[in-house]
């Protein structure tokens, strides 16, 4: 720890750090632009400069800037010396002589850093009197706004978008004070990552189109901390709300998780939330058919009574928390209860629990990701199916650069020098796939290979590693692939197997989990990730604990002898099984009572409906694909009749007098409950504090110090306020009492510090900048690496071979339509195209068929129409459907398919979010 | 003691004095006192040289206010301006401070010599946009935020603001 002087005071600082780290660290406030604690530094913006002596008899000293100069041993430094701050001064009035007069009308004001630093520079009036510079702003499609006007031109946009998130379309065009940021020409950014310009840019260049046209500063947002829920990734957001609506969501810094950033899916896919498909009465359907409003608690003890008397079957979900699906779970019972996944995708994720249980390759987190050496990616399509992740593997390519830095003693901040000395060399990254993917432009290695030829590659590769020879003779093509990738693992340091379920392949998974083994050695951790459907898919299987049956079981079941009660939990069937067979499930039960958010064709079979509260209005666990265990707390308590799913369960429960329910009145009591039953789930109850651990004076608050309005919001409705909302089930409040400091990691509402209004203000919530919170990180490991790692047997080929005529049906995964959830926000539809049926060149010969035709796709739960698009990179003999997209319900990943063309084809008016009806019955 | 007398008689001769002088009492309401144009008294939102509503929603107003009265919520309009969807003052909690009218980036929001807002129902302290807009500029004649600003909006394309240059061509290399 080299010790540094800063004003004539000594200070400790960590070896390797610039200065501008260093200062922040330190709690001392140097003003700064284009540096980023994810991005390093290249001293663009010369707002952190101060001055740096020779030696102590050194009186003049010189100007550097802080972000470039690296702490050694005895270094002098001054921020306060009158040249330094001048010159930080002049260098501000520069940046702000075209600076446009926006503030009131900008999205940034309040929480932007540039009005930050001119305020902590002391500049104030605007000498130059020459005309200002301006530009015309683009369209860059619904999810971000442009207004160039207000660019400072520190370049943080396009190291983020290029550099960082391998965008192509966004870059710096023109020469000196003309230089603008944005597309060639106006269009939607292509990058599934461009939303983070939102926080990256510190002006109003970029914001978050759908704040601008329903704006509320941050001091008006009331915040929690929260957990998207678009993906099994688990990255921790900050969603606002202000009048009863979600506004916006931030990234919340989780430093194992989603660090800085977050995907597109996530931060606009929560609008849904507003969505007026809101469920918003209790509904039971008369005689006629016909939905009328009930009472909610006459509609508990009816539901209650049903309960009672005759069997149920409880259908849980993979997109609602643990302690919901254990609620349900225990009223129906551990043999009656479903995870309402399909028995394919259940047994999928089964599996893919078992073998990480079991492995003794370490589940990574998302950085330890970007810390992988060497990288395979089987079968799975990361960028579509788990976004983050294929963010954290494009950095973990790097690692190759840093080697080499390491090598010249670069210091890992000193970005345009690594990538300068780095060009084009990476570390290696392999990916098999069914179609091309939006990593393969820094892939090492990539093919496209189908399903059963990609779980073959994989067990070539462990069969490699471990020195056997592969059990299946793959061709020479393919051997020499397996291979080099081989090779490519063997010699990395820390190599990663990212595999999922997303072919629906249990074959990939065994590979993966082959790979992992043969790579483990004494002093060597390999790692082994599976990306999974939903964001509580891993949680929704542990509550099953072993048991629970997939929803075929239920099918047949009710075929058999019919089912007195359907309870579903927050489950639309239509888009896990065909229409013909969930039409015959519900007429199959005799009650079926539905608890939803959004309106779902589900909901049209349902005799009662319970409209439940969103992800922001209740609190929950969800389990990530890491195995982490992560609680969201809600950011506004929903308006009534519509309550928490697991509060709507709990209800019922205690009606029925369902034994365990008895001792339950707090969500607290149904995380512990839920812990000490199942033996797999003990640690959830460490995702975050209890409502106990904190006294009531001194909980959290979730509105900031200046939430403004408070005796207005409401007066329309009665000029007598009534007192705040109480908050019995968490550790934060509704208000902006409170204390707000020394927060456990998993309690930050917002950040914000004297003189940080913006986001940047997280480096005073870290114990280190860029590292993790002070108050911990959020969130808990459940998996840990097991000892036992059997070897197991090659499940080789689990698809059924295609006869002549037939092609095998791939799910191909869309980041905007392939989530339930997200494509209801307005922003995100706009962006979700129509089910359609992609080829290659080679199929659609046979079948003559091109672009914008129609195929009739024959499966075995009937025909569906979709649209052709030709796709020459997916596996030859490969159709992929478009996964999860309406009208690709009952559609099953890997089966075999006859295909014709479709006479008389007409584009399906586009449905967005909804199954039915584009399932032929 | 001595001293104490002389003070009596001093203050029965000063009120003695009093009852000679002009009363300062009037006869409100017949009688109306003379109010300063600044007089802090009911809230308006005013309107720009060109007639359109002043407001731009920006919520400084409302988070200046030391009783939180002011709660409002910002739109655009379809020409691109920003605007308060709605406006709501509770004049039930107002204090009457000018704290708004000084956050005010847009001199939209002023306070004007009336004070008369005596109500027998409290939820009638309750104003809201219809019941606050006004249809002149009030107290500041010319400001026209958007003439400043860099916004675009019908009728006023970028570069077109006060102080501003053509927009550049992104193509041109020229200096
Ligand atoms: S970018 Fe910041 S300084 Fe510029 S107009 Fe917006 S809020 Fe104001
Ligand atoms: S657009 Fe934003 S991030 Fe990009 S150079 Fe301008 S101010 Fe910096
Ligand atoms: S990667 Fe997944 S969890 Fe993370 S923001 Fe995107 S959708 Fe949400
Ligand atoms: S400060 Fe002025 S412009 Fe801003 S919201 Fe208030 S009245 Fe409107
Ligand atoms: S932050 Fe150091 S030059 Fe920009």
């Known amino acids: 720890m080299p010790t540094i002087y800063i004003d004539g005071q000594a200070h400790e600082v960590s070896e390797g750090d610039n200065l501008l780290q260093a200062a922040l660290g330190l709690g001392l406030d140097l003003p700064y632009f284009c540096w980023h604690p994810a991005m390093g530094s290249i001293g663009a913006c010369r707002q952190c400069a101060v001055l740096q002596y020779q030696d102590e008899d050194d009186t003049r000293g010189r100007i550097v800037m802080g972000c470039m100069t690296p702490v050694t041993e005895g270094a002098r430094f001054s921020l306060a010396a009158d040249r330094a701050q001048a010159f930080r001064e002049d260098i501000i009035e520069s940046l702000m002589l075209n600076h446009p007069h926006d503030c009131p009308v900008c999205a940034e004001g309040g929480e932007c850093h540039l009005q930050d630093m001119t305020v902590m520079v002391g500049h104030r009036d605007r000498e130059y009197q020459g005309r200002k510079n301006t530009h015309r702003n683009q369209h860059l499609g619904p999810l971000i706004h442009h207004e160039m006007n207000r660019c400072i031109t520190c370049y943080r946009c396009t190291r983020y978008y290029r550099d960082y998130a391998g965008g192509t379309d966004l870059a710096a065009m023109a020469s000196h004070d003309h230089v603008y940021f944005g597309r060639h020409e106006e269009g939607v950014l292509e990058s599934e990552f461009a939303g983070n310009l939102v926080e990256v840019c510190p002006t109003g260049v970029f914001t978050d189109k759908s704040l601008v046209h329903d704006y509320t500063r941050k001091w008006d947002l009331q915040s929690a901390p929260s957990v998207c829920t678009a993906c099994s990734v688990g990255c921790n957001i900050m969603p606002g709300e202000r009048y009863g609506k979600l ?291 891993l949680g929704a299987a542990l509550v099953a604990d072993g048991a629970g049956m997939g929803l075929e079981e239920v099918l047949e079941l009710a ?363 | 003691m001595y001293e104490s007398f002389i003070s009596q008689l001093r203050t029965i001769w000063q009120v003695l004095l009093h009852s000679f002088t002009k009363a300062e009492t009037v006869q409100y309401p017949e009688e109306q006192p003379y109010l300063a144009p600044r007089y802090r008294g009911r809230i308006v939102l005013t309107r720009d040289p060109d007639g359109d509503e002043r407001c731009v929603a920006c919520n400084l107003c409302a988070v200046a206010c030391p009783p939180d009265c002011i709660a409002l919520q910002q739109g655009v309009r379809e020409d691109g301006r920003w605007y308060p969807e709605f406006f709501r003052i509770n004049f039930s909690r107002c204090i009457m401070c000018g704290m708004c009218e000084e956050a005010c980036p847009t001199n939209a929001i002023q306070l004007t010599p009336d004070f008369e807002m005596c109500e027998y129902d409290r939820q009638s302290m309750v104003y809201e946009k219809e019941h606050l807009l006004i249809d002149g500029p009030g107290k500041y004649h010319d400001y026209n935020f958007y003439r400043v600003s860099g916004l675009k909006i019908d009728g006023k394309d970028k570069g077109e603001a006060l102080n501003e240059a053509e927009p550049v061509d992104v193509k041109s290399l020229l200096p």
């Open chain 1, 247 to 537: 506004k916006r969501i931030h990234n919340r810094f989780n430093h194992d998780v989603n660090g800085y950033f977050l995907c597109d899916r996530g931060r606009f896919g929560g609008h849904f939330v507003n969505s007026e498909d809101r469920i918003p009465a209790v509904g039971k359907r008369d005689g006629d058919g016909r939905f009328s409003a009930v009472d909610a608690d006459s509609a508990v003890s009816s539901i209650a009574a049903l309960l009672r008397q005759g069997k149920t079957i409880g259908i849980g979900s993979p997109r609602s928390s643990v302690e919901a699906n254990y609620l349900l779970r225990e009223l129906v019972g551990a043999e009656n209860y479903c995870t309402g996944m399909s028995a394919q995708e259940g047994a999928l994720v089964q599996h893919a629990l078992q073998q990480l249980e079991q492995s003794q390759a370490l589940v990574p987190s998302i950085r330890a990701m970007e810390s992988a050496d060497a990288v395979l990616v089987l079968g799975e399509d990361v960028t579509n199916t788990a976004p983050r992740i294929a963010l954290a593997l494009r950095q973990s390519v790097r690692n190759k650069a840093y080697a080499m830095a390491a090598d010249l003693r670069l210091e890992a901040w000193q970005d345009a020098a690594i990538r300068n000395l780095a060009q084009d060399q990476r570390s290696p990254l392999s990916v098999l796939s069914v179609a091309a993917t939006r990593l393969d432009d820094v892939a090492s290695h990539t093919a496209q290979l189908c399903p059963d030829d990609i779980a073959r590659v994989g067990f070539a590769i462990a069969a490699e590693l471990e020195g056997a020879l592969p059990a299946v003779d793959l061709g020479a093509e393919l051997a020499e692939l397996a291979k080099t990738i081989a090779d490519t693992l063997r010699s990395a340091d820390i190599p990663l197997v990212v595999s999922g379920t997303g072919c629906g392949h249990s074959g990939i998974l065994d590979a993966s989990a082959a790979i992992a083994r043969a790579l483990t050695g004494p002093d060597r951790p390999a790692q082994l990730s599976f990306c999974l459907a939903e964001c509580n898919s």
């Open chain 1, 559 to 921: 075929a058999q002898d019919g089912i007195d009660n359907l309870l579903i939990l927050e489950n639309d069937l239509f888009r896990r099984t065909s229409c013909s067979k969930a039409d015959s499930l519900f007429q199959a039960a005799g009650n079926v009572v539905l608890l939803d958010t959004l309106t779902t064709p589900t909901c049209d079979n349902a005799d009662w409906v319970l409209p439940t509260s969103s992800f922001a209005e209740t609190e929950g666990t969800l389990i990530s694909q890491e195995g982490r265990a992560q609680r969201h707390f809600p950011v506004f308590n929903s308006v009534a009749p519509i309550r928490e799913n697991w509060r709507w369960l709990l209800d019922i429960g205690h009606c029925a007098e369902v034994a365990t329910c008895k001792s339950m009145v707090h969500f607290d009591d149904v995380t512990t409950s839920c812990a000490n039953t199942i033996k797999t789930l003990f640690g959830i109850c460490a995702a975050a504090p209890a409502a106990s651990s904190v006294p009531a004076a001194d909980k959290v608050p979730r509105q900031t110090h200046r939430f403004s309005g408070r005796t207005a919001m409401r007066a329309n409705i009665s000029v007598h306020e009534p007192r705040q909302p109480t908050d019995e089930e968490s550790p934060l409040s509704f208000t902006m009492e409170g204390h707000s400091a020394e927060h456990n990691g998993a309690l930050l509402p917002y950040v914000w510090s004297p003189g940080w209004n913006s986001n940047q203000s997280l480096h005073k919530y870290q114990s280190a900048v860029g590292g993790a919170l002070q108050g911990g990180t959020a969130g808990t490991r459940l998996i840990e690496p097991g000892d036992i790692d059997a070897a197991q047997e090659s499940s080789g080929s689990t698809a059924p071979a295609l006869n002549a005529g037939e092609y095998r049906l791939v799910p191909l995964y869309r980041i905007f339509g392939s989530e339930e959830m997200s494509v209801r926000a307005p922003a995100v539809a706009q962006l979700c195209r129509p089910a359609g049926l992609e080829m290659p060149a080679s199929v659609a010969a046979e079948l003559g068929v091109s672009n914008g035709d129609g195929v009739t796709l024959t499966a075995t739960t009937g025909n569906v129409d979709l649209e052709v698009t030709i796709n020459d990179s997916l596996a030859a003999n490969c159709v992929g459907y478009s996964h999860g997209v309406s009208g690709t319900g009952g559609l099953v990943p890997g089966s075999a398919t006859k295909l014709c063309r479709a006479e008389n084809w007409q584009r399906a008016p586009e449905l967005i979010g909804t199954d039915r009806g584009a399932t032929t019955a």
